[in-house]
């Protein structure tokens, strides 16, 4: 990717913005100091990722997202200062996953942002090899992945050395006539206009012996839980994000974006899966599937779980239900079931293994069991509160125009 073709596919500033940053002469990036993110640059950033993102967020989210994490090793985020301004940040957030059952801390790249005045190929490179540095020179850190946009695709694939492993991301299910005609009119003038699905009861069959329960937190029986349920094999995958208490309360119960919704199931005072959920709405009332895991060898409980998912949607007015998962994981399978359709995206997930002696387990979709929630991709800033509205991003409003969405999915599909 050429120094123009960053600067004509970058996310523009949101609409309001001045014309001030845009007009400016660009800033020579040999002017830029690039240093390690610290809680001194905190108050800044709120600012410069709304200018170049879209998203807005507060100084304690930001805090918690980037600080707070229970599996953090060290600080994988840069930022970049042209005197006393900041005007880039790029960096990672650390992941445990399961990798073969074992812990691993693995760091997931986002939010990049680098105010437009500023923004240089050469800047994003001189950030992203200061980066990968710190991750060299970690022996603990053995991977890390993107969830890599298309305007972004042959930097992180050509430039970073990322290997794509997963090309779709979404399982969907269009529950009322709101959600088609929003589907296929991308008006949602014209989608108010139409009826919204009707609320149904849901009542457990009765071979389940056990409850579902609404819970406010994770408590020392998902450590338990997690025990038995962290058990890798070619059906549930070898690939996938450790869910103990721990990570589960940071994840779902901190961020004060979102407010998910938590469910477990207990059979003789037993947890034995969890469901979380969310909903925003943006055209359409959406509902997302966050994340929803049990104990191997029970597909009798992601049958349930999933099931009582969609009709907790229903009754919650939603037009749309959307799960990130792989189509043939437990999960995807569940949903097929259900009428849930892959619904292409532009995004894919690549991936960097730091270390020798992995073999290909990170490089093949097949091992890879990852849903929605448990990626930082929910935690972007712009998703409102349950019930609540939600502000698209820069690129996702970018992506509502069909010739952008065109160009843009078709530089990602050929890498170029």
């Not at 693995?106 to 490179?125: C, F, G, K, P, S």
């Not at 950030?127 to 695709?153: C, G, N, V, W």
């Not at 952008?404 to 999915?409: N, Y």
């Amino acid at each position: 990717m050429s120094e123009r073709e960053y600067n004509s596919h970058s996310p523009s500033s949101p609409a309001g913005a001045t014309d001030a940053i845009s007009t400016a002469v660009k800033i020579n990036p040999k002017e830029v100091d690039i240093r390690i993110y610290s809680r001194e640059d905190l108050a800044k950033l709120p600012a410069l990722l709304e200018s170049c993102l879209g998203r807005r967020s507060s100084q304690s989210w930001v805090e918690w997202k980037t600080f707070n994490s229970p599996y953090q090793i060290q600080m994988m985020f840069m930022v970049a200062y042209h005197g006393d301004d900041l005007v880039g940040f790029i960096g990672a957030n650390p992941v445990p996953f399961s990798l073969d059952g074992e812990l691993t801390v693995v760091y997931q790249h986002q939010d990049t942002a680098i105010r437009e005045d500023a923004r240089n190929l050469r800047l994003l490179m001189n950030m992203i090899d200061k980066l990968e540095d710190r991750f060299e020179a970690h022996p603990d850190i053995k991977l890390t992945y993107s969830i890599t946009a298309p305007h972004l695709r042959s930097l992180v694939t050509k430039r970073m050395k990322y290997t794509v492993v997963w090309e779709n991301l979404k399982m969907v299910k269009i529950i009322s006539l709101r959600g088609f005609v929003s589907k296929a009119t991308r008006s949602k003038a014209l989608a108010s206009l139409i009826p919204g699905p009707k609320g149904k009861s849901w009542k457990a069959p009765g071979s389940m012996t056990g409850e579902i329960r609404q819970i406010d937190s994770f408590g020392p029986e998902f450590d338990e839980f997690w025990k038995n349920a962290n058990v890798p094999g070619d059906k549930i995958g070898r690939v996938f994000p450790w869910q103990d208490s721990k990570w589960l309360n940071y994840k779902f119960c901190q961020d004060e974006m979102v407010d998910f919704l938590k469910y477990a199931y207990v059979e003789n005072n037993e947890v034995l899966g969890y469901v979380v959920l969310n909903i925003t709405k943006l055209d359409v009332r959406v509902g997302y599937l966050e994340s929803l895991w049990t104990v191997p060898s029970r597909d009798d409980i992601i049958e349930l779980l999933t099931d009582f998912a969609l009709h907790e949607f229903q009754s919650r007015m939603c037009d749309q239900v959307s799960c990130w998962t792989r189509p043939t994981a437990p999960v995807g399978n569940a949903l097929a079931k259900h009428g849930f359709v892959r619904r292409p995206t532009p995004q894919c997930i690549s991936v960097k293994q730091g270390r020798e002696g992995m073999g290909d387990l990170a490089l093949k979709e097949e091992h890879w069991n990852l849903q929605r929630g448990h990626t930082y991709y929910t935690s972007l800033g712009h998703l409102a509160a349950s019930d609540g509205t939600a502000e698209r991003p820069a690129i996702a409003k970018a992506m509502r125009d069909k010739a952008r969405r065109d160009a843009l999915r078709a530089k990602g599909h050929t890498g170029e």
